[in-house]
């Protein structure tokens, strides 16, 4: 079976090469042809030798994922469903704005997460996708939005916000943001490289030492008891020892500040206590916050709070000096907004979901 070389970061290639007796300096040549052209066809990368490009085709191939659906919404916004093997799919968003073009890329096939809020987590958990699945993303989007005017990438920032939990799969997300950040491929900042984590702790420590880029912590509430239901990871993780982790975190990330994410759901976080607790709660970290009016999905048993509602949590934040945003929903249309991807995700847990009843404080 072939090796597909979009499995492999720049350290990975040259020991690739290495192996075949090729220098080193063969890797930063193909990742070039590989990311920054969107080459698959070792036959015109015309700066290798021929012998070379025939030990390549013979042992080796560039394979991005099948694109199923390409689909656009009325604002721009973006939407791939890209098949990933035996049924099942992942979806990746392109947003665009004035200024910049963010990429939403999903991290696992599913989610073993079961946010409740959330709708991949409807679909369980199927595996945790390869480094070529993931930067084949990446790869897919550039080939498909080609290039600005002055010949800059259209694609500016990556959020590793789509499909999954990140950090569940950590190996092979670090290699793909390796690529990411590499200037023969991608040539992203860490400033504009996104992981948001739902708080599996000893990972956002290992992440702090491995591969810092930008955090954002999906909080979703303000203390232990809801937040045990919203986002169950909490109980094995509480919300103590998360903060304590992004506290750490901060020593070595880009920025000096993280983003924390927070779904408005009516009637159940989104009250003036909540804001207050979320306010004790972060008093110590350095942050802003990110406020996502819910994006309704079929039976999800929850509402979006009003326009109203989300004014008055963010104006007491606000009061408190704290920096906030309220995230415009984009790509509802197509189901491309926060919290709607579902992808195709063939359910083996066997898990059935329980009906919890959820308190406001």
């Known amino acids: 079976m072939s090796l597909n070389l979009l499995n492999l970061d720049a350290a990975q290639l040259a020991g690739f090469f290495a192996e075949a007796g090729e220098k080193p300096f063969r890797a930063k040549q193909?990742?070039?042809w590989m990311h920054q052209s969107g080459e698959a066809d070792?036959?015109?990368m015309s700066d290798l030798a021929r012998p070379l490009r025939e030990k390549l085709a013979a042992s080796a191939v560039i394979e991005a994922p099948r694109v199923v659906s390409d689909t656009t919404a009325a604002d721009g916004t973006r939407?791939?469903?890209?098949?990933?093997?035996k049924g099942n799919a992942v979806e990746t968003v392109f947003i665009p704005e004035t200024n910049r073009g963010?990429?939403?890329?999903s991290s696992q096939a599913g989610c073993a997460l079961d946010c409740k809020f959330c709708s991949t987590a409807?679909?369980?958990?199927n595996r945790n996708l390869s480094?070529?699945?993931?930067?084949?993303?990446?790869?897919?989007?550039?080939k498909a939005l080609g290039a600005a005017p002055k010949g800059e990438r259209v694609l500016s920032n990556v959020v590793l916000m789509g499909m999954g939990e990140p950090l569940a799969n950590f190996d092979n997300v670090v290699t793909a943001m390796r690529l990411m950040l590499d200037d023969n491929a991608y040539g992203l900042s860490r400033r504009r490289v996104t992981l948001s984590t739902s708080g599996i702790v000893p990972a956002i420590d290992r992440l702090r030492d491995t591969c810092p880029v930008a955090l954002a912590v999906s909080l979703h509430a303000p203390n232990d008891a809801l937040r045990n239901i919203l986002v169950p990871i909490n109980r094995k993780y509480p919300l103590a020892e998360l903060l304590a982790a992004c506290r750490r975190y901060?020593?070595?990330?880009?920025r000096d500040f993280l983003t924390f994410e927070y779904v408005m759901l009516e009637g159940v976080n989104d009250g003036a206590e909540h804001a207050r607790q979320l306010i004790a709660l972060v008093r110590d970290v350095p942050c802003k916050f990110n406020l996502i009016p819910f994006n309704p999905f079929p039976n999800s048993g929850f509402k979006r709070s009003s326009r109203d509602a989300i004014c008055r949590f963010a104006e007491i934040l606000i009061s408190a000096g704290l920096v906030v945003t309220t995230r415009k929903t984009r790509g509802d249309d197509i189901d491309a907004a926060c919290g709607q991807l579902a992808g195709k995700v063939e359910d083996k847990t066997r898990r059935t979901r329980r009906v919890v009843e959820i308190r406001p404080c």
């Open 42 to 44: 070792f036959s015109k």
């Open 79 to 85: 939407k791939w469903l890209i098949d990933v093997g």
């Open 122 to 125: 409807r679909q369980g958990f």
């Open 102 to 105: 963010t990429l939403c890329v």
């Open 250 to 254: 901060l020593d070595k990330a880009p």
């Open 131 to 142: 480094v070529a699945e993931m930067i084949g993303q990446l790869w897919i989007a550039n």
């Open 30 to 32: 193909l990742l070039r």
